[in-house]
Structure formats: structure tokens, C-alpha cells
């Protein structure tokens, strides 16, 4: 590393031309890579209800629908705004009364049930099916145009509505979460720095990091919104350490020099920069790593794209920062500040003399803390993480009141089924709670309306070669127990019939994404754990060490993520599932940092307390400057962002970060006074060292009484 470093050094005006150069093609990769805004595609691929998907759209060429109303207009005027829709391009049909009887025919003829499912007071509605998937970019532009051809008494519901508004929203509030998460950290860098123009160096040299990763996404395909909106200010907050390090290490190597070799001594700060950072990034790529063990592949795409940004983060740390730096040297010098954030000198002696009563406090919040974090409140109606405004909320909010309908979705019958089963099944799934309508091929004939009546496109388009196409609409809400328990009802009855009969739409989805979250998330915590676990012991070759860091980085997580149950604040799903990994990955390096200088000062003949109380003096503004940059990269976000989904992360997020930087400074020096004599005993290389006897035992009769 110290010959790469001086290659570094050498050829710094080619690499910063070179890091320049690959911004165009990056660039290009970023604009050419698509983003999908709907997360229910990221379920797997071999679950029933994604195979019915397919079905769909493989046969009956409905890869998705919405529920469109219209109020307050005259027949013959709803047949002539469904005219107009039917003409934008991508909608396939537009299921109306008058899809099933000529308008001259009174609607009265229908069935009551049908009757209902299209109308109520002044309001009807319509079945608008598109000919491509949900999230599909021709799907997004047809709600576009609808609603261009549509007035305001009109609405529209379902997801497809849902992912055109959240794609609308993501593209106009992205640009604003990087420029807050910037703006943010140049404030941090302001206090902590000792040069004006420095901060922009580290963000500048960052932002090209983030430009390589967002570009090389192009090699996946797409990428999801979230990580679109996230990856940024995550792969910000996540690495702007490294920059930190890299300029006080190259100060340091200054001073050795009396600012003689500031060649050489960049040289020496990219080795020192490097081996430090190496164990640091890796456990904030483990944390990534783990999520891509969710079989949900939403953490895949973000596990992959983070990683893959810690990496360019690691690089450019060591690489483009120092050749700007040895670059515009002197106008850097020019800048030069006394540091605005004071020494620490008292507060770390009041830490390590009340070490009892932070201990205390560790144990006394353990316990609510865990209950907390296992009882907190989520949501999966992806409606609930879109502000009230948008369209798309209005319009379900719209059927709601109208029809008393919350939610639609589909069965899928064989077609051979015979016509005494079929019937008696429908029976059985109208009465099934919840049910309002049951609509399809043999449930729009009433007893006056011979089957020869039904016009022949709308029957291929209930029917295809191989199934029937059942329509279910209900009053329950989409991801609430009321539905999955119809939703598992409704799957019996027709199984009991055809046990090739599928169960398909966004709410059966929403069910699917409920269990297997569940299960992703005690997998993605085992997996970053054992990770962050294997790091540790091999970093510190201790056997005590990584159960003590472990629990006290879980212990902030418990804490944070236990927090919204105490408030009564519902978040999304996805935050109990990739919170816990993401902090523990980019929190345990201020554990790391704090420990490697305890266990130094303890090699060097220091007792546990005067190592301990050098460890906090030395580390403690290291850790503050780490947290406060990690916060600085997400708070402004979970501040600003009208999609919940964003806004929750980043606010836990950045919470998360504020937790783990006090519980490391509070509790971990308690841990090393308390099991001192244990880590000693189980960490290599440590042999020789003293250490008092009744390590345990003496704090519990000295101490424990004291805090009663």
C-alpha cells in the first residue's frame, strides 16, 4: 500500500482528469437506468400470486387495472368520456354497463349485485384494464393521459394510480434530499474542520463516488425508487468518515514533517487512510450484505447498489481526495480556521466516574426497549405512505365513500370447471364477509338475460383458453387482518372447487408481503449480526469482544426502533426490516474505534480506567463527528420527503445514528470497566496484561447499592 500511495501522489493530476472523464459515462448509465416504482414486483418470482400475474398478462393481456369513477354525469356522457379512454394508448378495456347491455336497455335489467358494483347515488364506475404490468412505463403514461381526459369529477384507484403519483413525487423531491443532505453536512464540516473550502473537497470528491454508483446501476437493469432516493444520502452519510480521516491523518503526517514533504506525507496518510478504513467499510458492507438475504428482493437492490457504493466510497477516499488536496493546496491553506467544535476534556472523566449509573440505565431500558422494538406499529397499504393531496389517495378515498369499497382483486378459475360448480362456488364466496360484488362471465347473466346477449369481446375478455376470469370487490382495507383472513377463506372456497384456482391483485400481494417480510426480517438480523460478529472478533482477535459490541449497538437499535411504539407512531414495513442492519453496520465502527484504543492503552500498562478514560478523551469527538455527518445526511430528508416510506427510514435513520453515538459513549466505557478482567482473558495478544481481581463481583458490592 505505501508504493501504491506514492503512485497516488505521483500521478495526481491524471487521476483527477481521469475522475473527471468518467463522470460522462456515469452519467449516461444514471439516465439510462430505469427505476421501478412499484415494490410489490420485488416479491419472489415462484409465489402463486406472481405467477398469476403472469397469467394475466400472458392470456387475458390485463397486466393491471384501477377503479375509475365518475360523478354527477349523465349516461350518455360516461359513455363518452369511456370512448375517450378506451383510445389512450396501453388501456386495453374499459369494463362499463355498457360493455354488457346496449345503453337502451335499462341498467335495472342487471343483477342487483352487478347493478351495485357500477353505480351508486350519482356516482358510477367503471374497470379500466391496461395491456402491461403495473409499474410498466406505458401503464404510468396511460394514467396520465386519462386523467388529461377526465374532469374533476372524476377519480381514479388502484395501484397502478398509486405508483404514477409516487413516481411523480420521487422525481421531484430526489434532487431536493441530495441537495438538504449536502447542505446538512457542509454545516457539520463547518464545525468540525479547520478550512473553509476542505468540506467542499469531501463533498465533491463523494459526489463523484455517488455519480460511479448510480451509474454502474445501469448493469442491473433498474433499480428500485427507494434505493434511487436513498443510495445518495445513505452512501453520503455512510462514507464521508473516510474523508474526515484521510485529512487529520495528513495533518498528523504534516506536523512529523514540519510541513516540509506534504508529498510524503499524503503518501503516509492514504496507507494510514486505507488500513483504517478497510475494517471500518467492511462491517458497514456487511450490514448491506445482509440484506441481500431477503428473499423480498427489495433488499437486494439496495444491498447491492449501498455496497457497491461503500466501495466507490473507499476508493475515492483514497485516491481523489488526496490529488485534490495535493492540487489546490494553497488555496486550501488560504482557508485555514481554528475549528469552531471545542476539545473534550471534562465530559469523558464525568463518564468514567458515573460508569454505575450508565450501566444501570443500560439494564433498566433493556427491557422496554426489546418490548418496544417487537410491539411497534407497521403498515403495508402503500396508500399510507402518500400524502392526502395526490390523486391517486383522493381517488380511494373516493371509492371508499361511494361504494363502500376499499380493495379489488381477482380469482382465476379453470375454464373446463362445470357450470353446477361454478355457480354453487360463487354462492359460497358471496356470502363470504366482506364480499360486495362478484363479477364475471356467469355472474353478469341474470335470469332475463340470455348468455347469447353478452357480447362476444367481453367474454374474451373474462375468458381465455385456459381460465376464467372472476372480479371480487370488497369493503375491507388492503394489508388490514380482516382482508388476509378473507383473502385465505376466499382461496379455500375456490381450491375446494379447482385446486389450480389462483388468488391474484394487490391485496393478495400485500398478504404474500406481509408473511415474507416477516420472515426476512429474523433472517436479515441473524445474517448482519453473524457478519458483524465474525468482523469484530477477527479485527480485535477477542472472544469477549464481539458479544459486548454487539449487544451494545443492538441495544441502540432496540432503542430506536422501539421508540414508535412508545409515541404511537405507525411506520412502514420495510423499516423493521432494513434499520436494524443498516445501523448496526454503520454505528459498530464508532464501537470499533472506541475499543481498539482501549485495548492499546491497556497493552501499554494502563489500568481499565485510566484506559478507558483515554479511549473516550481520544475517540469521543471522532465519534460525535461520525454521528452528527451520518445524521446530517438523513435528518433533512425525513424532514422534507411527502413519501413516508422515504421520510421514515430517514428519520429512523438518522435517530439511529444520534442513539448509537450516545450508547457508545455511555455504555461501552461502562462495559470495559465492568468486564475488564473477562476481556482481557479472551482477547489475543492481551497475555501479560494486569488486571484486579473480582472484576464483577467488585462492581456489584461497590456500586450496585449505591445506584438502589
Request: hydrophobic share 50%.
Amino acid at each position: 500500500m505505501k508504493k501504491l500511495s506514492k503512485v497516488i501522489v505521483k500521478l495526481r493530476y491524471i487521476i483527477l482528469i481521469l475522475a473527471f472523464a468518467l463522470l460522462v459515462p456515469s452519467a449516461i448509465g444514471y439516465f439510462n437506468t430505469r427505476v421501478n416504482y412499484d415494490i410489490l414486483t420485488y416479491l419472489p418470482k415462484d409465489i402463486e400470486t406472481m405467477k398469476g400475474q403472469d397469467i394475466l398478462l400472458d392470456q387475458f393481456g390485463t397486466g393491471s387495472f384501477v377503479l375509475y369513477v365518475a360523478e354527477g354525469m349523465e349516461e350518455k356522457d360516461v359513455a363518452k368520456l369511456k370512448s375517450n379512454i378506451e383510445n389512450v394508448d396501453h388501456v386495453a378495456k374499459v369494463l362499463w354497463y355498457d360493455s354488457v347491455m346496449d345503453l337502451s336497455v335499462p341498467m335495472t335489467m342487471l343483477p342487483k349485485d352487478v347493478y351495485d358494483a357500477f353505480n351508486s347515488g350519482d356516482a358510477t364506475m367503471m374497470f379500466v384494464i391496461f395491456d402491461e404490468g403495473t409499474s410498466a412505463d406505458a401503464t404510468m403514461d396511460a394514467i396520465e393521459d386519462i386523467r388529461k381526459v377526465s374532469n374533476k369529477q372524476c377519480f381514479m384507484s388502484g395501484m397502478s394510480a398509486i405508483v404514477t403519483d409516487t413516481k411523480n413525487l420521487a422525481m421531484a423531491e430526489t434532487p431536493i434530499y441530495v441537495g438538504i443532505a449536502v447542505l446538512l453536512a457542509v454545516i457539520v464540516l463547518s464545525l468540525t474542520m479547520d478550512s473553509y473550502l476542505i468540506p467542499l473537497f469531501f463533498l465533491l470528491s463523494i459526489g463523484m463516488a455517488i455519480v460511479y454508483n448510480m451509474g454502474t446501476n445501469v448493469f442491473k437493469g433498474e433499480i428500485s425508487f427507494i434505493t434511487q432516493s436513498l443510495s445518495a444520502v445513505l452512501q453520503l452519510g455512510v462514507t464521508l468518515d473516510y474523508s474526515i480521516f484521510l485529512w487529520h491523518s495528513y495533518e498528523e503526517e504534516l506536523e512529523k514533517t514540519g510541513n516540509k514533504d506534504k508529498k510524503e506525507a499524503m503518501a503516509n496518510a492514504i496507507t494510514a487512510t486505507f488500513q483504517s478504513v478497510i475494517g471500518s467499510s467492511i462491517t458497514t458492507v456487511a450490514g448491506f450484505v445482509a440484506l441481500c438475504f431477503m428473499s423480498f428482493t427489495l433488499g437486494l437492490d439496495l444491498g447491492v447498489v449501498m455496497a457497491k457504493g461503500v466501495v466507490f466510497g473507499v476508493i475515492g477516499c483514497v485516491t481523489i481526495l488526496p490529488s485534490m488536496i495535493l492540487v489546490f493546496d494553497k488555496v486550501i491553506e488560504k482557508t485555514r480556521h481554528k475549528p469552531l467544535m471545542p476539545e473534550f476534556t471534562r465530559l469523558p472523566k464525568a463518564i468514567a466516574k458515573f460508569y454505575p449509573v450508565f450501566f444501570a440505565v443500560f439494564l433498566a431500558l433493556l427491557v422496554p426497549a426489546i418490548y418496544g422494538n417487537e410491539h411497534a406499529n407497521v403498515y403495508y397499504d402503500l396508500t399510507q405512505t402518500l400524502p392526502d393531496k395526490l390523486e391517486s389517495v383522493q381517488g380511494a378515498n373516493e371509492v371508499d365513500a361511494k361504494f363502500d369499497m376499499n380493495s379489488a382483486y381477482m380469482l382465476l378459475i379453470d375454464k373446463n370447471l362445470d357450470e353446477a360448480s361454478t355457480q354453487q362456488m360463487i354462492k359460497e364466496l358471496k356470502n363470504t364477509d366482506g364480499i360486495l360484488t362478484v363479477l364475471g362471465a356467469d355472474t353478469v347473466l341474470g335470469p332475463s338475460i340470455p348468455r347469447e346477449f353478452i357480447p362476444e369481446d367481453l367474454l374474451s375478455d373474462l375468458e381465455s383458453d385456459d381460465w376464467k376470469l372472476i372480479l371480487l370487490t370488497t369493503d375491507y382495507k388492503i394489508a388490514s387482518d380482516e382482508i388476509n383472513d378473507q383473502i385465505a377463506k376466499v382461496d379455500k372456497i375456490v381450491k375446494s372447487y379447482d385446486p389450480k384456482a389462483m388468488v391474484v391483485g394487490e391485496a393478495p400481494c400485500t398478504k404474500d408481503l406481509i408473511n415474507i417480510t416477516a420472515h426476512d426480517f429474523k433472517v436479515v438480523n441473524a445474517v448482519s449480526i453473524g457478519l458483524v460478529f465474525l468482523i469484530i472478533a477477527c479485527v480485535l482477535k477477542s472472544v469477549s469482544l464481539p458479544f459486548i459490541l454487539v449487544a451494545v449497538i443492538e441495544f441502540a437499535i432496540f432503542v430506536n426502533m422501539g421508540l414508535p411504539y412508545y409515541t404511537g407512531t405507525t411506520i412502514p414495513f420495510i423499516s423493521s426490516v432494513v434499520i436494524g442492519t443498516i445501523q448496526l453496520g454503520a454505528t459498530v465502527d464508532y464501537a470499533i474505534l472506541m475499543t481498539t484504543r482501549y485495548l492499546s492503552e491497556r497493552k501499554n500498562g494502563h489500568d481499565k480506567k485510566e484506559a478507558t478514560l483515554i479511549s473516550l478523551s481520544t475517540g469521543m469527538k471522532s465519534v460525535i463527528v461520525s454521528a452528527l455527518s451520518f445524521f446530517a445526511a438523513t435528518f433533512g430528508v425525513g424532514i422534507i420527503s411527502s413519501i413516508d416510506m422515504i421520510g421514515s427510514l430517514c428519520n429512523l435513520m438518522a435517530r439511529g445514528a444520534i442513539v448509537s453515538m450516545f450508547t457508545v459513549l455511555l455504555v461501552l466505557p461502562a462495559m470495559y470497566m465492568i468486564f475488564d478482567r473477562l476481556i482481557i482473558k479472551t482477547t489475543f495478544g492481551m497475555k501479560g496484561v494486569d488486571v484486579p481481581k473480582g472484576h464483577i463481583h467488585e462492581f456489584i458490592h461497590n456500586h450496585m447499592h449505591r445506584i438502589a
